[in-house]
Each structure stands twice: as C-alpha cells, then as structure tokens.
C-alpha cells in the first residue's frame, strides 16, 4: 500500500533564502509517519498506551530539489516490516510532479517500560501486514 499525504510549507520551516530547511524534511516526515499508523487503523498514542514505543533508529533522507515556502509537499510512503523488531517507512516527497527527496526512517519497537528491544506487538503486526512490504 502507498499512503499519500500533503504538508505545505510553512514560513517558519524556511531558511533564509525562503526554502525549507533541511531539519523540517525530519518533522514533516514523523508527521506523515504518525498519519500513516492513523490511516491503518491505529493512533500512535495507542501503541504508547499499550506499552510500546517506536523510537527512529536510522533516517536517511537525500534531497534533490528544494521546496519553498507556500509549496504544497507531496508524500508517497511504503512500510517494509524488516524483522519481528524493526519497520521502515521508505518515502519520496514531490512538489507538483518533481520529486525533491527520498528518504528512509527505520524504527525499532521497544518496550516502554525497560526500553529493551521486543517484537511488535501482535495487533500493531496484523494491522499493519497488509499495509507492509516484506
């Protein structure tokens, strides 16, 4: 499955030639992380509330174009289940048609008491396996 979804840029997300700044492309992205869990049925606050977290372990993000202020950023997002532990959100980002960037967020499930590695809760997996690319 691809989720789509579209963030504009605000003023306050540029830098000094009116461009969005790189550290924003890393909000924009956890914004369209938290929405992809929504669209699949479940709130980030709830896998919380059950007791687990999902702190980012790697993010690769390449810029190619930048995107200004006012333009609207498309996001194209796959999710790839790496292990029992581990997801990957693999995004590319478009202003109108052009792509401006890829990236790639890995996010390993920890247990929110002790913060030790532990398989993804069992209905975190069933929702997300037909969202997910093995």
């Known amino acids: 499955m ?3 979804y ?4 605000r003023y306050s997300d540029t ?3 009116q461009r969005l700044h790189h550290a924003a492309y ?4 956890e914004v369209v992380r938290i929405e992809f869990l929504r669209s699949s049925g479940m709130s980030y606050k ?16 390449s810029y190619r174009r930048g995107a200004h202020y006012d333009d609207v950023i498309g996001f194209e997002t796959i999710l790839e289940v790496i292990s029992e532990v581990r997801l990957a959100f693999h995004s590319k980002l ?8 890829t990236a790639r967020v890995e996010l390993a499930c920890i247990d929110a008491v002790h913060f030790r590695p532990v ?3 069992e209905h975190l997996r069933d929702l997300l396996s037909g969202t997910a690319v093995d």
């Open 2 to 4: 691809v989720h789509k």
């Open 6 to 9: 579209e963030i504009r840029v």
């Open 15 to 17: 830098d000094q030639m």
């Open 26 to 29: 890393i909000e924009y992205l």
């Open 46 to 61: 709830s896998v919380e509330e059950s007791g687990y977290l999902l702190p980012v372990s790697t993010l690769e993000v």
């Open 94 to 101: 478009f202003v109108d048609s052009t792509l401006i960037a």
């Open 119 to 121: 398989r993804l809760p």
